[in-house]
């Protein structure tokens, strides 16, 4: 509970309470679909959605299975992974790879969740294709990215004079989808079916999260043990007063339906990526029907007083990691009473029963804020306009550099309760990520409002649903990487020259750009404010030059 601050104590009791009175938790664990909201046409019926409930017992057999894998392919010679996916697909293995990073003697994981050419190059430069497995995941089996990916690096594998490609790849998907059926035909060398019962941003103690992990080095009998114990504390049987999803869905589901509705992850630095995997789980499953819990990561530390009261705080800290920092900050918040959760991880095993607890907790807040949690009804609309896009010629060519004339006046005009997610359609890199850093702080100083950002297409699969779909109070500022030097990749050959890269501009640009213009078009369709900046080379510079014009 946040704090021992009497007023907040006071809701959350409260809110815990009503939903207790509810009978809230036992229905969850009965799969009853009145719980919840109803799901939107078409969506998947919770009775099929909440498979994660007991998959920390389900997966034990699963365990022994991926460990023996790892250790097979370490045996093969394989020094590196490619995973290709999106959103539930992607995240949580990317979170757990840069929080364990890889053992000695494991593989190197390579998380690719971009279409920008550019990007794409960078990861090839990192791999010896000949040593590099390449992992196809995709619940659904028909997301458009990584099957693009993934005829990308098999045409490049046979370039480079390896034979038989497809043993080089596995697939993760649902059982009968069209990924599935290409894997077995072609031979990939492995095919591991997710469960039909879960969806993609709950699946992280799934296949989707576990076979990469494990071919880090990983031990997932440490992690499923974490999560094994949070399940049972979760469960009917215990006393609400003591079950910590339930507790943690009262504090966001009351704190939100009180205003508190922006989610401000505080994070000890090794975990400072868990919040991507937050991200998603928040946004896709709250931000819908006008209301949503809005996750706000990354974001830098402000002087305590400069926040605003529509903030939520919650600190996930590790211990014995360098915590002075961010327990002043915790420390400084609460006694200008914010609300501030603590969530105590003892060492990075933990993050397994911290994913359960925030699935659990999703679930119950859901049921406050009257949402469905296991649908995503806003994310087809931009799909949809990127297909229309891609069947128009010449899309690649829609982008240019406009930053000679910046109109952000819908940044500068925020006002408290607003959010202004960013949306950055560029190669990551750090000094992006310092410049989008400055730039956050540019816009809180100036408007004191809460800021979010995502690397495109990356947060399409995550936070795109909120955007679209949650409360109108979103500012978009889409920052996105000009056609002369991101859509013009190129390869670095064995010799060391650049080799052009024509096939991948022609097919990744067109998407890329597609994928742009599709969001931003999405967006206006529902009335949200938004503004386009095509920048200029170098990024980081052209993005500090926008701080610079908010100061």
């Known amino acids: 509970m946040p704090s021992?601050?009497?007023?907040?104590?006071?809701?959350?009791?409260?809110?815990?309470?009503?939903?207790?009175?509810?009978?809230?938790?036992?229905?969850?664990?009965?799969r009853e679909p009145a719980t919840w909201e109803p799901p939107s046409p078409g969506g998947t019926p919770a009775r099929d959605a909440t498979?994660?409930?007991?998959?920390?017992?389900?997966?034990?057999?699963?365990?022994?299975?991926?460990?023996?894998f790892a250790d097979e392919v370490?045996?093969?010679?394989?020094?590196?992974?490619?995973?290709?996916?999106?959103?539930?697909?992607?995240?949580?293995?990317?979170?757990l790879g840069r929080t364990f990073?890889?053992?000695?003697?494991?593989?190197?994981?390579?998380?690719?969740?971009?279409?920008?050419?550019?990007?794409?190059?960078?990861?090839?430069?990192?791999?010896?294709?000949?040593?590099?497995?390449?992992?196809?995941?995709?619940?659904?089996?028909?997301?458009?990215?990584?099957?693009?990916?993934?005829?990308?690096?098999?045409d490049r594998m046979t370039e480079a004079g390896i034979k038989q490609p497809d043993s080089q790849f596995i697939a993760i998907t649902d059982s009968g989808t069209p990924l599935e059926e290409t894997a077995r035909e072609r031979g990939f060398k492995r095919v591991f079916n997710g469960p039909p019962d879960v969806g993609g941003r709950f699946?992280?103690?799934?296949?989707?999260?576990?076979?990469?992990?494990?071919?880090?080095?990983?031990?997932?009998?440490?992690?499923?043990?974490?999560?094994?114990?949070?399940?049972?504390?979760?469960?009917?049987?215990?006393?609400?007063?003591?079950?910590?999803?339930?507790?943690f869905g009262a504090t966001l589901g009351g704190l939100a339906s009180s205003g508190r509705d922006k989610v401000t992850i505080i994070t000890s630095p090794a975990l400072g990526s868990f919040g991507l995997w937050i991200e998603q789980l928040l946004a896709e499953s709250t931000g819908k029907n006008g209301r949503g819990l809005i996750p706000v990561a990354g974001e830098p530390h402000y002087p305590p007083g400069s926040y605003g009261n529509d903030r939520n705080f919650v600190y996930l800290r590790l211990a014995d990691d360098d915590n002075a920092m961010t327990d002043a900050h915790a420390e400084a918040l609460e006694s200008l009473d914010?609300?501030?959760?603590?969530?105590?991880?003892?060492?990075?095993?933990?993050?397994?029963?911290?994913?359960?607890?925030?699935?659990?907790?999703?679930?119950?807040?859901?049921?406050?804020?009257?949402v469905y949690p296991f649908d995503q009804p806003n994310v087809e609309s931009g799909k949809a306009v990127t297909r229309e896009l891609l069947s128009t010629p010449n899309t690649s060519g829609a982008l240019?550099?406009?930053?000679?004339?910046?109109?952000?006046?819908?940044?500068?005009?925020a006002k408290q309760g607003d959010?202004?997610?960013?949306?950055?359609?560029?190669?990551?890199?750090?000094?992006?990520?310092?410049?989008?850093?400055?730039?956050?702080?540019?816009?809180?100083?100036?408007?004191?409002?809460?800021?979010?950002?995502?690397?495109?297409?990356?947060?399409?699969?995550?936070?795109?649903?909120?955007?679209?779909g949650g409360p109108g109070s979103v500012i978009g500022l889409a920052l996105v990487a000009g056609n002369e030097e991101a859509l013009a990749a190129s390869r670095v050959v064995a010799d060391g020259t650049q080799e052009s890269a024509r096939d991948l501009n022609n097919g990744f640009a067109s998407l890329f750009v597609a994928q742009v213009l599709g969001d931003l078009e999405a967006l206006r369709s529902t009335g949200r404010r938004n503004t386009l900046v095509v920048l200029k080379t170098p990024y980081a510079k052209a993005i500090r030059r926008i701080a610079e014009s908010l100061s």
Request: aromatic share 6%; with cysteine.
């Open 4 to 30: 021992e601050t009497p007023h907040w104590r006071e809701l959350i009791s409260a809110e815990l309470a009503a939903i207790e009175d509810r009978g809230t938790v036992a229905a969850i664990w009965k």
């Open 51 to 68: 498979g994660w409930l007991d998959l920390p017992d389900r997966i034990h057999g699963l365990v022994d299975d991926l460990t023996g």
């Open 74 to 95: 370490r045996d093969d010679g394989f020094t590196d992974v490619i995973l290709l996916g999106m959103g539930g697909s992607s995240l949580g293995p990317l979170v």
């Open 101 to 154: 990073g890889m053992s000695p003697g494991y593989l190197r994981l390579h998380v690719l969740d971009s279409t920008l050419p550019s990007q794409i190059a960078v990861i090839e430069q990192q791999v010896d294709l000949h040593k590099t497995l390449v992992l196809v995941s995709s619940k659904s089996g028909t997301t458009i990215e990584p099957l693009k990916l993934a005829d990308h690096f098999r």
């Open 203 to 247: 699946s992280v103690l799934s296949p989707f999260g576990l076979v990469p992990a494990a071919l880090i080095g990983i031990d997932l009998s440490e992690l499923r043990k974490s999560a094994v114990a949070m399940a049972e504390l979760c469960g009917p049987v215990n006393d609400i007063q003591s079950n910590p999803g339930a507790i």
């Open 338 to 370: 914010q609300p501030v959760t603590r969530l105590d991880l003892s060492d990075c095993y933990d993050m397994g029963a911290e994913f359960f607890r925030w699935e659990f907790a999703v679930a119950v807040a859901s049921t406050s804020i009257s």
């Open 400 to 413: 240019t550099p406009s930053m000679a004339d910046i109109d952000i006046d819908a940044v500068k005009n």
């Open 419 to 468: 959010y202004v997610a960013i949306l950055g359609f560029m190669p990551e890199s750090e000094e992006v990520d310092a410049a989008i850093s400055k730039l956050r702080i540019a816009i809180t100083n100036r408007t004191g409002v809460a800021t979010t950002f995502g690397y495109g297409p990356r947060y399409l699969h995550s936070t795109g649903q909120l955007h679209k």
